[in-house]
Protein backbone atom coordinates (compact mmCIF):
# COMPACT_ATOMS: atom_id res chain seq x y z
CA UNK A 1 0.00 0.00 0.00
CA UNK A 2 1.34 3.40 -1.08
CA UNK A 3 1.66 6.36 1.31
CA UNK A 4 2.58 10.10 0.46
CA UNK A 5 6.04 11.78 0.99
CA UNK A 6 7.57 14.69 0.65
CA UNK A 7 10.60 13.10 -1.80
CA UNK A 8 13.69 15.12 -2.23
CA UNK A 9 15.83 14.30 -5.26
CA UNK A 10 18.98 15.54 -6.98
CA UNK A 11 19.66 15.35 -11.10
CA UNK A 12 23.05 14.91 -12.59
CA UNK A 13 23.69 18.63 -12.56
CA UNK A 14 23.30 18.86 -8.79
CA UNK A 15 20.36 20.53 -8.29
CA UNK A 16 18.30 19.46 -5.36
CA UNK A 17 14.54 19.33 -5.71
CA UNK A 18 11.23 18.24 -4.15
CA UNK A 19 7.78 17.24 -4.73
CA UNK A 20 4.74 15.26 -2.65
CA UNK A 21 5.03 11.71 -4.29
CA UNK A 22 3.10 8.31 -3.95
CA UNK A 23 5.60 5.86 -2.52
CA UNK A 24 5.01 1.65 -2.46
CA UNK A 25 5.82 0.98 0.92
CA UNK A 26 8.66 -1.82 -0.25
CA UNK A 27 10.28 1.71 -1.09
CA UNK A 28 10.78 2.40 2.83
CA UNK A 29 14.05 2.01 4.98
CA UNK A 30 15.10 -1.45 6.79
CA UNK A 31 13.94 -0.60 10.44
CA UNK A 32 11.62 -2.71 12.92
CA UNK A 33 9.22 -0.12 13.80
CA UNK A 34 6.80 0.86 10.76
CA UNK A 35 5.05 4.19 11.91
CA UNK A 36 1.82 6.43 11.02
CA UNK A 37 3.48 10.05 11.21
CA UNK A 38 0.65 12.23 12.95
CA UNK A 39 2.40 15.51 12.99
CA UNK A 40 6.48 16.38 11.87
CA UNK A 41 8.18 19.20 12.73
CA UNK A 42 10.19 22.15 10.88
CA UNK A 43 13.56 22.57 12.32
CA UNK A 44 16.77 24.37 10.72
CA UNK A 45 18.67 21.72 9.68
CA UNK A 46 14.98 20.56 7.51
CA UNK A 47 15.41 23.82 5.78
CA UNK A 48 18.99 22.65 4.49
CA UNK A 49 18.59 18.99 3.54
CA UNK A 50 15.31 20.30 1.60
CA UNK A 51 17.83 23.02 -0.42
CA UNK A 52 20.67 20.71 -0.43
CA UNK A 53 22.82 22.77 2.00
CA UNK A 54 25.28 21.96 4.40
CA UNK A 55 25.67 18.27 3.04
CA UNK A 56 23.63 16.87 5.53
CA UNK A 57 22.01 14.20 2.88
CA UNK A 58 24.29 11.52 1.59
CA UNK A 59 21.67 9.27 -0.47
CA UNK A 60 19.10 10.25 -2.93
CA UNK A 61 15.89 9.87 -3.42
CA UNK A 62 15.19 11.14 0.15
CA UNK A 63 12.55 12.32 2.44
CA UNK A 64 13.68 14.81 4.74
CA UNK A 65 12.30 15.65 8.62
CA UNK A 66 14.09 15.37 11.70
CA UNK A 67 11.82 15.31 13.83
CA UNK A 68 8.26 13.12 14.18
CA UNK A 69 5.72 11.82 16.32
CA UNK A 70 2.99 9.17 15.26
CA UNK A 71 1.38 6.25 16.23
CA UNK A 72 3.05 2.65 15.81
CA UNK A 73 1.46 0.76 12.94
CA UNK A 74 3.85 -2.34 13.16
CA UNK A 75 6.08 -3.32 15.17
CA UNK A 76 9.06 -6.58 15.24
CA UNK A 77 10.21 -5.01 19.03
CA UNK A 78 9.48 -6.13 22.39
CA UNK A 79 9.12 -2.65 23.74
CA UNK A 80 6.78 -0.78 21.11
CA UNK A 81 2.82 -2.25 20.43
CA UNK A 82 0.94 -1.47 17.65
CA UNK A 83 -1.45 1.40 18.31
CA UNK A 84 1.42 2.86 20.76
CA UNK A 85 2.18 6.80 20.57
CA UNK A 86 5.68 7.68 20.01
CA UNK A 87 7.99 10.34 19.34
CA UNK A 88 11.14 10.50 17.16
CA UNK A 89 13.92 13.44 16.98
CA UNK A 90 17.38 13.42 16.01
CA UNK A 91 19.33 9.75 15.42
CA UNK A 92 20.05 11.72 12.03
CA UNK A 93 16.98 10.67 10.81
CA UNK A 94 15.73 13.11 7.79
CA UNK A 95 19.45 13.38 6.96
CA UNK A 96 20.94 9.86 6.81
CA UNK A 97 17.80 8.13 6.92
CA UNK A 98 14.77 8.78 5.83
CA UNK A 99 12.55 11.12 7.86
CA UNK A 100 9.42 12.62 8.95
CA UNK A 101 7.80 14.70 5.56
CA UNK A 102 5.45 11.52 4.99
CA UNK A 103 2.47 9.69 6.21
CA UNK A 104 4.65 6.58 7.07
CA UNK A 105 8.29 6.11 8.68
CA UNK A 106 10.22 3.01 9.41
CA UNK A 107 12.84 3.30 11.73
CA UNK A 108 15.38 1.25 14.89
CA UNK A 109 13.23 1.04 17.77
CA UNK A 110 16.46 2.36 19.76
CA UNK A 111 15.52 5.87 18.13
CA UNK A 112 11.92 5.77 19.50
CA UNK A 113 10.98 7.70 22.96
CA UNK A 114 7.17 6.00 23.95
CA UNK A 115 5.26 9.93 24.18
CA UNK A 116 5.66 11.01 27.79
CA UNK A 117 2.69 11.20 30.01
CA UNK A 118 -0.13 13.69 28.94
CA UNK A 119 1.55 15.14 25.90
CA UNK A 120 -0.31 14.15 22.35
CA UNK A 121 1.63 13.39 19.19
CA UNK A 122 0.66 17.06 17.87
CA UNK A 123 1.99 18.49 21.26
CA UNK A 124 5.19 16.77 20.82
CA UNK A 125 5.85 18.28 17.45
CA UNK A 126 5.35 21.75 19.00
CA UNK A 127 8.34 20.96 21.32
CA UNK A 128 10.23 18.86 18.93
CA UNK A 129 13.84 18.75 18.52
CA UNK A 130 13.70 22.44 19.29
CA UNK A 131 12.11 22.18 22.62
CA UNK A 132 14.29 18.81 23.21
CA UNK A 133 17.48 20.74 22.73
CA UNK A 134 16.30 23.65 24.94
CA UNK A 135 15.54 21.40 27.67
CA UNK A 136 18.73 19.97 27.52
CA UNK A 137 20.48 22.98 27.52
CA UNK A 138 18.59 24.23 30.49
CA UNK A 139 19.50 20.75 31.99
CA UNK A 140 23.07 21.46 31.20
CA UNK A 141 23.55 24.50 32.57
CA UNK A 142 21.51 23.81 36.20
CA UNK A 143 24.16 21.01 36.27
CA UNK A 144 27.25 23.53 36.27
CA UNK A 145 25.49 25.48 39.18
CA UNK A 146 22.86 27.59 37.70
CA UNK A 147 19.84 28.45 39.77
CA UNK A 148 17.20 31.10 39.32
CA UNK A 149 18.77 33.29 42.10
CA UNK A 150 22.25 33.49 40.13
CA UNK A 151 20.95 36.47 38.07
CA UNK A 152 19.57 36.90 34.68
CA UNK A 153 20.06 34.02 31.93
CA UNK A 154 20.13 35.78 28.18
CA UNK A 155 18.52 33.42 25.18
CA UNK A 156 19.58 34.30 21.66
CA UNK A 157 17.44 33.62 18.39
CA UNK A 158 14.89 33.94 20.90
CA UNK A 159 12.06 34.59 18.69
CA UNK A 160 12.86 31.03 16.74
CA UNK A 161 11.82 27.44 17.18
CA UNK A 162 14.51 26.56 20.08
CA UNK A 163 14.80 30.19 21.35
CA UNK A 164 11.43 30.90 22.06
CA UNK A 165 10.75 27.27 23.53
CA UNK A 166 13.90 27.97 26.06
CA UNK A 167 12.27 31.46 27.18
CA UNK A 168 9.13 29.91 28.23
CA UNK A 169 10.71 27.27 29.65
CA UNK A 170 13.09 28.91 31.77
CA UNK A 171 10.75 32.17 32.67
CA UNK A 172 8.21 28.91 34.00
CA UNK A 173 11.06 27.34 35.79
CA UNK A 174 11.34 30.93 37.73
CA UNK A 175 14.82 32.29 35.91
CA UNK A 176 14.64 35.72 34.68
CA UNK A 177 14.89 35.83 30.86
CA UNK A 178 16.37 38.48 28.46
CA UNK A 179 15.34 37.55 25.24
CA UNK A 180 18.09 38.83 22.19
CA UNK A 181 15.77 39.45 19.11
CA UNK A 182 16.38 40.93 15.70
CA UNK A 183 12.83 40.87 14.99
CA UNK A 184 11.22 43.79 17.13
CA UNK A 185 7.41 42.54 16.48
CA UNK A 186 8.14 39.58 17.50
CA UNK A 187 9.04 41.34 21.21
CA UNK A 188 5.38 41.23 22.74
CA UNK A 189 5.08 37.48 22.34
CA UNK A 190 8.46 37.03 23.70
CA UNK A 191 6.97 38.83 26.78
CA UNK A 192 3.63 37.03 26.82
CA UNK A 193 6.30 33.61 26.92
CA UNK A 194 7.44 35.30 30.23
CA UNK A 195 11.15 37.14 28.98
CA UNK A 196 11.16 40.00 31.81
CA UNK A 197 13.67 42.08 28.74
CA UNK A 198 14.15 41.97 25.64
CA UNK A 199 17.26 42.76 23.85
CA UNK A 200 17.34 44.31 19.93
CA UNK A 201 20.23 42.24 18.41
CA UNK A 202 21.25 44.90 16.30
CA UNK A 203 21.84 47.46 19.48
CA UNK A 204 23.99 44.46 21.37
CA UNK A 205 25.99 43.91 18.46
CA UNK A 206 26.82 48.06 18.23
CA UNK A 207 28.33 48.61 21.59
CA UNK A 208 31.59 49.04 21.61
CA UNK A 209 34.05 45.94 21.77
CA UNK A 210 36.28 45.13 24.54
CA UNK A 211 38.36 42.14 25.58
CA UNK A 212 36.06 41.64 28.88
CA UNK A 213 32.53 43.58 28.99
CA UNK A 214 30.82 44.79 32.15
CA UNK A 215 29.20 41.45 33.56
CA UNK A 216 25.83 41.36 33.26
CA UNK A 217 24.21 37.62 32.63
CA UNK A 218 24.67 34.66 35.04
CA UNK A 219 23.85 32.23 32.24
CA UNK A 220 23.14 32.40 28.52
CA UNK A 221 21.38 29.72 25.79
CA UNK A 222 22.59 30.57 22.22
CA UNK A 223 21.41 29.56 19.34
CA UNK A 224 22.77 31.45 16.74
CA UNK A 225 27.24 31.29 17.52
CA UNK A 226 29.03 33.84 15.15
CA UNK A 227 29.33 37.22 16.68
CA UNK A 228 26.33 37.26 18.81
CA UNK A 229 28.01 34.28 21.00
CA UNK A 230 31.47 35.29 20.72
CA UNK A 231 30.24 39.18 22.21
CA UNK A 232 27.48 37.06 24.69
CA UNK A 233 30.82 35.51 26.21
CA UNK A 234 32.62 38.14 27.01
CA UNK A 235 29.66 39.75 29.39
CA UNK A 236 29.04 36.41 31.08
CA UNK A 237 29.22 36.74 35.49
CA UNK A 238 31.77 35.06 37.19
CA UNK A 239 31.48 31.49 37.40
CA UNK A 240 28.57 31.94 34.50
CA UNK A 241 28.16 29.41 31.79
CA UNK A 242 26.78 29.59 28.28
CA UNK A 243 25.48 26.84 26.40
CA UNK A 244 26.34 27.20 22.44
CA UNK A 245 23.51 25.10 20.41
CA UNK A 246 22.97 27.17 17.10
CA UNK A 247 24.83 28.03 14.15
CA UNK A 248 21.82 30.68 12.29
CA UNK A 249 24.15 33.33 12.47
CA UNK A 250 27.33 31.67 11.40
CA UNK A 251 29.89 28.97 12.39
CA UNK A 252 32.62 31.50 13.66
CA UNK A 253 33.39 32.08 16.83
CA UNK A 254 35.42 35.18 17.15
CA UNK A 255 36.61 35.76 21.17
CA UNK A 256 39.42 35.55 23.45
CA UNK A 257 40.65 33.77 26.62
CA UNK A 258 39.32 36.44 29.64
CA UNK A 259 36.02 35.23 29.73
CA UNK A 260 37.66 32.34 30.83
CA UNK A 261 40.26 32.50 32.72
CA UNK A 262 39.03 36.15 34.30
CA UNK A 263 36.10 34.77 35.22
CA UNK A 264 35.95 30.98 35.28
CA UNK A 265 32.87 30.66 32.26
CA UNK A 266 32.05 27.79 30.97
CA UNK A 267 30.99 27.33 27.57
CA UNK A 268 28.71 23.97 26.82
CA UNK A 269 28.28 22.07 23.61
CA UNK A 270 24.54 20.98 23.30
CA UNK A 271 24.09 18.17 20.68
CA UNK A 272 20.46 17.17 21.00
CA UNK A 273 20.68 14.56 17.71
CA UNK A 274 22.86 11.09 19.61
CA UNK A 275 21.80 11.84 23.25
CA UNK A 276 21.16 8.31 24.97
CA UNK A 277 17.83 7.07 25.94
CA UNK A 278 17.65 7.82 29.25
CA UNK A 279 18.72 11.84 28.72
CA UNK A 280 16.00 11.97 26.29
CA UNK A 281 13.35 10.27 28.45
CA UNK A 282 14.47 12.98 31.34
CA UNK A 283 14.07 15.69 29.30
CA UNK A 284 10.85 14.78 27.77
CA UNK A 285 8.99 13.88 30.91
CA UNK A 286 10.64 17.81 32.40
CA UNK A 287 8.98 19.26 29.40
CA UNK A 288 5.79 17.44 30.23
CA UNK A 289 5.46 19.22 33.77
CA UNK A 290 6.63 22.46 32.55
CA UNK A 291 6.08 23.71 29.19
CA UNK A 292 2.63 25.26 28.77
CA UNK A 293 1.80 24.18 25.43
CA UNK A 294 -1.40 26.34 25.39
CA UNK A 295 0.13 29.52 26.26
CA UNK A 296 3.11 29.00 23.09
CA UNK A 297 -0.40 28.43 20.86
CA UNK A 298 -0.09 31.74 18.77
CA UNK A 299 3.74 30.68 18.13
CA UNK A 300 2.83 27.36 16.23
CA UNK A 301 1.59 27.58 12.29
CA UNK A 302 0.43 24.13 10.99
CA UNK A 303 1.19 22.87 7.28
CA UNK A 304 0.93 20.47 4.81
CA UNK A 305 3.75 18.66 2.88
CA UNK A 306 2.66 21.25 -0.11
CA UNK A 307 3.67 23.85 1.91
CA UNK A 308 6.91 22.83 2.79
CA UNK A 309 9.61 24.18 1.00
CA UNK A 310 8.40 27.80 1.34
CA UNK A 311 8.41 26.88 5.43
CA UNK A 312 12.04 25.65 4.74
CA UNK A 313 12.91 29.07 2.42
CA UNK A 314 11.59 31.06 5.52
CA UNK A 315 13.28 29.14 8.46
CA UNK A 316 16.48 29.49 6.37
CA UNK A 317 16.27 33.01 6.47
CA UNK A 318 15.54 33.45 10.06
CA UNK A 319 12.22 34.26 9.22
CA UNK A 320 10.19 31.55 11.04
CA UNK A 321 8.12 32.76 14.44
CA UNK A 322 8.24 29.92 16.81
CA UNK A 323 7.17 26.08 15.75
CA UNK A 324 6.17 25.46 12.28
CA UNK A 325 3.98 21.28 12.20
CA UNK A 326 3.95 19.78 9.48
CA UNK A 327 0.47 17.51 9.23
CA UNK A 328 1.69 15.22 6.53
CA UNK A 329 -1.88 13.51 6.43
P1 LIG B 1 14.90 29.03 13.85
O1 LIG B 1 15.14 29.50 12.47
O2 LIG B 1 13.52 28.77 14.29
O3 LIG B 1 15.55 30.08 14.88
C1 LIG B 1 16.79 30.68 14.65
C2 LIG B 1 16.73 32.13 15.12
O4 LIG B 1 18.05 32.68 15.07
C3 LIG B 1 15.91 33.03 14.22
O5 LIG B 1 14.55 32.95 14.50
C4 LIG B 1 16.50 34.38 14.53
O6 LIG B 1 15.93 34.81 15.77
C5 LIG B 1 17.97 34.05 14.79
N1 LIG B 1 18.79 34.33 13.60
C6 LIG B 1 18.58 33.89 12.33
N2 LIG B 1 19.52 34.35 11.51
C7 LIG B 1 20.35 35.11 12.28
C8 LIG B 1 21.52 35.87 12.01
N3 LIG B 1 22.04 35.94 10.78
N4 LIG B 1 22.13 36.51 13.04
C9 LIG B 1 21.63 36.44 14.30
N5 LIG B 1 20.51 35.74 14.61
C10 LIG B 1 19.89 35.09 13.61
O7 LIG B 1 15.80 27.73 14.06
P2 LIG B 1 15.79 26.69 15.29
O8 LIG B 1 15.33 27.38 16.51
O9 LIG B 1 15.13 25.44 14.85
O10 LIG B 1 17.34 26.38 15.41
C11 LIG B 1 18.22 27.37 15.91
C12 LIG B 1 19.66 26.93 15.70
O11 LIG B 1 19.93 25.81 16.54
C13 LIG B 1 19.98 26.47 14.28
O12 LIG B 1 21.30 26.88 13.96
C14 LIG B 1 19.89 24.95 14.37
O13 LIG B 1 20.65 24.32 13.40
C15 LIG B 1 20.41 24.72 15.77
N6 LIG B 1 19.91 23.51 16.41
C16 LIG B 1 20.81 22.72 17.05
C17 LIG B 1 20.40 21.61 17.73
C18 LIG B 1 21.41 20.81 18.48
O14 LIG B 1 21.15 19.65 18.78
N7 LIG B 1 22.54 21.39 18.82
C19 LIG B 1 19.00 21.18 17.71
C20 LIG B 1 18.10 22.12 17.08
C21 LIG B 1 18.57 23.24 16.42
P3 LIG B 1 15.54 36.33 16.06
O15 LIG B 1 14.81 36.79 14.85
O16 LIG B 1 14.74 36.30 17.30
O17 LIG B 1 16.85 37.07 16.23
Not at 180 to 209: C, K, W, Y
Request: proline letters at 3%; one cysteine or more.
Amino acid sequence: MGFRALLTDRDDAGKVSSAVTEIDEARLPEGNVTIDIDWAGLNYKDGLCLTGGGGLVRNYPHVAGVDFAGTVRDSADDRYAVGQKVVLTGWRVGEVQWGGFAERARVNADWLVPLPGGLSTRDAMVVGTAGLTAMLSINRLEAAGLTPASGEVLVTGAAGGVGSIATALLAKLGYTVAALSGRPQHAEALTALGAASIVDRNEFLAQPDKPLESARWAAAIDCVGGKVLGKLLKQVKYDGAVAALGNAAGIGLETNVLPFILRGVTLIGIDSVMQPFDTRIAAWQRIAETFDIAAYGDLVREIGLEELLAAADQILAGEIKGRVLVRPR
